[in-house]
């Protein structure tokens, strides 16, 4: 039994970690299965999340075995490895931040430390020490195994919010036969002021769209390049016909572009997208009102 | 006006369009706190995109300084834009409306310096670019002008 090896075995508390984690991998992984970074995760099945969590107790014991339990880079971890990261990935979707998966990952750290102790209830104290030592380094080593797939994780979730923004952001809405608006959210950098620029023109193609109605609202701030951007796209419409209407300039914004000193009197302008719309409706010819008076003009 | 000049408190780096979000948001965010109106805000964060986005595009990255200031009982922010790129070889060209060395308006160093109260450049050539600009929250209302 490991508990004969003498104290000075540099390598022998984390060899018999490493027994005593292949011996116990059944009741880790039993007891794994309830702790919230497998139940969250693996959720067909209990079965399922022992059979994830026999997996992590496998690959710690390999680690353990070569006693490079202080190494994140070790093979042992190559396995699980992509089990990790579809661990990391599935809290991050579900909102986790990576400091929650860190403490979850801690939480794994309680039950197996306690079967440790159990198994070394007769050994001599200093070695129940250095064993303890051991499986705490190693259990260290897996959360940062875990933080480093989770910040690629976090990468590529950052990536694809960004596309997903592109896409979500420009919507073309149909206010009426011939009059489309697109209310812009955000910061209008190239990338979409490229994006506005096609879906407005390809909507004015698609509707027969007469009017466009770029709403500015949600833009917080309009400098000279917003402003440029905002100049490009009302030619790039009007030379397929269109007429564009910027609305939406709040007071503060309105004020800072005379200061700026930029001319946007070349383009039609309205404080509402209600305004733009009365405008773009009275162009088309069409006129809104109540319906008394609606009736009393029939009569 | 005497001014007292706080420590720096925040230098962001300015290397991509990212970048100029973050400046803007700090600006947003620093001004909302010393008391700024909206148009002032506005303003200042305006000026600060135009400064931030010329370090990066004819500067080729840089540096935002923040540093909140007080001057005559009122209190103000103080934003540093330095760079290390080519420098401007004319500068009262460079500030007149309508003078691009790039693709834009040309109006961003003249109309950031409309937008603030004070406006300040250093250049020389080969050495980079500073342009310190400071403006102030509006001197709070007197009792009888309040509604």
Known sequence: MPEQQTADDRTGPAQEVALFLRERREQIAQRWADAAVFRTVFTVSRDEAVEAGRAVVEALAAVAATGRVEDSEADGFTVVREQLARTVRSRTRAGASTGQISAETDALRRPVTELLLDELAEAPADHVGECTTALAVLMGTLRLVMLETSTVAGEELINRQRLELLEIATPVIKLWEGIVAVPLIGTLDSARSQVVMETLLDAVVEQHARLAILDITGVPTVDSLVAQHLMKTVAAARLMGAECIVSGIRPAIAQTIVHLGIDLSSVLTRASLADALAYALQQQGARIVPRAVAAAESR | ?147
């Open chain 2, 1 to 147: 006006m005497t001014h007292s000049t706080g420590s720096v408190s925040a230098c962001l780096p300015i290397h991509s369009d990212l970048d100029l979000v973050r400046a803007r948001q700090q600006v947003r965010q620093m001004t909302a706190q010393l008391g700024f109106g909206l148009v002032e805000q506005t303003k200042l964060v305006t000026a600060a995109s135009e400064l931030a986005r010329n370090a990066l595009v004819h500067g080729g990255g840089g540096q935002m300084e923040c540093t909140e200031v007080t001057g005559g009982g009122v209190r103000g922010l103080r934003l540093v834009f330095s760079d290390r790129g080519p420098g401007i070889a004319d500068l009262d060209l460079a500030l007149s409306d309508g003078y691009t060395s790039g693709e834009g308006l040309g109006m961003g160093l003249g109309g950031a310096r409309r937008l603030v109260h004070e406006f300040r450049v250093d250049s020389r050539r080969g050495e980079g670019t500073t342009v310190t600009v400071t403006s102030w929250a509006a001197a709070p209302p007197r009792p009888r002008e309040g509604r």
